[in-house]
Nanobody, 123 residues
């Protein structure tokens, strides 16, 4: 199983960025997908999660109204659209996959993780 996160980079305060997560080695339609982030010196934080068919979506409080998670099972991919980016959004962003229904907000509940992509919000 491999999850490949991409699309990170440097973006201006208030700007937008789109992250992608390419999944291989698994039948992605059997898995929920999610995004977490981790800033230096901080714990990994739940950002967003989406169930296998997109019928259930959840967001962390700090990104509600600014970020949108989506997926395309035909492409074995997940996405995170990030808007109105703030300084505190600077972090390494990780995509993850989990089989079955669990509490998406808990790091320990996820089965597979990608390598992370750096997002830096700058002036």
């Amino acid at each position: 199983v491999q999850l490949q996160a991409s699309g990170g980079g440097s973006v201006q305060f208030g700007g937008s960025l789109r992250l992608s997560c390419a999944a291989s080695g698994l039948s992605i339609s059997d898995y929920g997908m999610g995004w977490f982030r981790q800033a230096p010196g901080k714990e990994r934080e739940f950002v967003a999660g989406i169930n296998w068919n997109g019928g259930s979506i959840g967001y962390g409080d700090s990104v509600k109204g600014r970020f949108t998670i989506s997926r395309d099972n035909a492409k074995s991919a997940g996405y995170l659209e990030m808007g109105n980016l703030k300084w505190d959004d600077t972090a390494v962003y990780y995509c993850a996959a989990v089989r079955g229904s669990r509490d998406y907000t808990k790091v320990r509940n996820w089965d597979h993780w990608g390598q992370g992509t750096q997002v830096t919000v700058s002036s």
